[in-house]
């Protein structure tokens, strides 16, 4: 039963974004009310799909006048419950907003709304001979959510950075409704010519980075594309030895010849890469060595022949051997047994563009709860035998998975670890939060680590905040400064 306050604010949403773009119908708002994650679910009050910048303002405006929460949504594809209210209030679903605005050949760069998909811009990149830079997640996620609220990384990361380094400029409607461009696009004629992520005199653009929803809602990005390159080439290399896999990735940075490449282990990611099914991954991966590199490589024909042959040499001297897929693939029966039937090469390429991996690592229970932190390399196996202790402590016995993606030409770590759970099942959700809670607080609290999706335990105060002094103190005030009734996805972003 509605009061007649909600009364009130749905007739002046409707007025906003028309009466087809709102509702209040249970059944609607479940649909919202979870994602990928095992965090509780929970129904927002309205949802709204608004349909132009204006009339995300005008939403906002109406939400800061009554002090109703706001959780903004692009696609909803979400590993840690960024999007799930923690209070009533108001989802603001930006689908609708999905118009590709400009795609400027000359300088490399595309206009977007929002709701644009990753796989929408890449396409359209292609037919202009060039590419952007995908994160870690299929092609049905918004391009602006992982370069903006996630700062999202790929498998090109090694070369091209965190997501955050392939914006140029940000559209903002901030928590009273006004408006802020950041930025090159704080310049005036920004939109038309900037060309670099920075703002004039200090810069600002990195306090709305990550913040989950938390200041506002970005309406517009202006983000870099990159050429297409003449030759791609892929090559997957398995050890039985960390020691030896470690060595091997170190020889790759200062060699200086990979454009991009990670390394998973166990063999998980690597057979659910080139099979169809579950059982026939099962069977890959008591096969597999335990430990792959996945290494990219994008240039000149000239210039590939010769990484390839520095790539043969460090195989050799660590003593790697190079996976080939279509043997396997072959061997085993090809599509029949339940492997992928494409060409291999033609696969990898599809997966680091479209990133098609992650749906298959979604398909042996229908998800997957993740923990992700930045570490140096060097490390990241202790990182890894920690993550395996915490399972087996509380009882998890599934499967489990962990890849290292080096970022910035190899200056840190970008570490994932996996566990997988059926959402349907509420026991296995339960442990599933239990697992990954306790993975946070051991690695945030009793060892250094900076957590990439800390919301699912509650934001980034929660566990590191205490860690981080003036900063954290800083960036209270500047939320407050912001959002003072504190509508914007509270709960989420620098909880109290």
């Known amino acids: 039963m509605t009061t007649a306050k909600e009364e009130i604010v749905f007739q002046q949403l409707s007025n906003a974004v028309g009466s087809d773009y709102i509702s209040n119908d249970p059944a609607i708002l479940v649909c919202y009310s979870r994602d990928q994650s ?9 949802v709204v799909l608004p349909g132009s910048r204006e009339e995300v303002q005008e939403v906002v405006k109406i939400a800061n006048e009554q002090k109703i929460p706001i959780i903004p949504r692009s696609t909803g594809v979400n590993v840690a419950g960024l999007c799930i209210p923690t209070v009533d209030g108001i989802l603001v679903d930006l689908k609708r907003m999905d118009q590709i605005i400009e795609i400027d050949k000359k300088n490399m760069s595309a206009i977007i709304e929002p709701g644009v998909l990753m796989a929408q811009l890449q396409v359209e990149a292609y ?3 060039l590419k952007i830079v995908v994160p870690s997640a299929p092609g049905s996620v918004s391009v602006i959510s ?3 609220a ?3 990384t790929s498998i090109a990361s090694v070369k091209f950075g965190t997501g955050d380094n392939h914006i140029i400029g940000l559209e903002w409607v901030l928590p009273d409704g006004s408006l802020l461009d950041l930025g090159s696009c704080s310049y005036q004629d920004g939109w038309q010519n900037g060309c670099c992520g920075h703002s004039p005199g200090p810069d600002i653009l990195g306090l709305f980075l990550e913040a989950s929803g938390g200041l506002g809602i970005c309406t517009k990005a202006k983000v870099k594309l990159y050429p297409k390159p003449e030759v791609r080439r892929s090559s997957i290399i398995v050890y039985n030895e960390h020691e030896k896999v470690l060595d091997a990735m170190v020889r790759i940075q ?3 010849i990979a454009s991009s490449g990670y390394v998973h282990f166990p063999a998980t ?5 080139f099979t169809l099914n579950n059982e026939t991954a099962k069977n890959i991966i008591n096969l597999l060595p335990p430990y792959s590199i996945l290494a ?5 024909k000239r210039q590939i022949e010769y990484e390839e042959k520095v790539l043969n ?10 996976l080939n897929l279509s043997e396997i693939v072959s061997m085993f029966g090809g599509a029949e047994a339940g492997l992928d039937p494409k060409p291999v090469e033609q696969g990898i390429v599809h997966h680091a563009d479209f990133m098609t991996i992650t749906v298959r690592i979604m398909r042996p229970k229908g998800a997957f709860g993740i923990t992700v932190f930045v570490h140096n390399i060097e490390d990241s196996f202790k990182l890894y035998e920690k993550f395996e202790e915490i399972c087996k402590r509380l009882g998890y016995e599934d499967l489990t998975t962990y890849y290292i993606q080096p970022i910035d030409d190899y200056h840190f770590a970008f570490i994932e670890m996996d566990i997988i759970y059926d959402p349907g099942q509420k026991d296995e959700l339960e442990l599933a939060e239990k697992v990954l809670s306790e993975i946070n607080k051991v690695f945030i609290v009793e060892e250094f680590g900076l957590n990439y999706y800390e919301s699912m335990c509650g934001g980034p105060g929660k566990l590191i905040g205490p860690k981080l002094g003036k900063y954290y103190d800083l960036l209270k005030k500047f939320k407050n400064l912001l959002d003072p009734n504190e509508i914007m996805n509270p709960g989420v972003y620098l909880p109290k």
């Open 254 to 256: 200062k060699s200086g």
């Open 38 to 46: 095992p965090k509780s679910p929970k129904n927002p009050t309205y």
């Open 269 to 273: 990611y690597t057979a659910h890469f």
């Open 127 to 129: 037919k202009r001979g």
């Open 313 to 322: 040499k460090i195989i050799e001297e660590t003593n790697g051997s190079i």
């Open 150 to 152: 996630v700062r999202g």
């Open 296 to 300: 990219f490589f994008e240039g000149t």
């Open 146 to 148: 992982n370069y903006v």
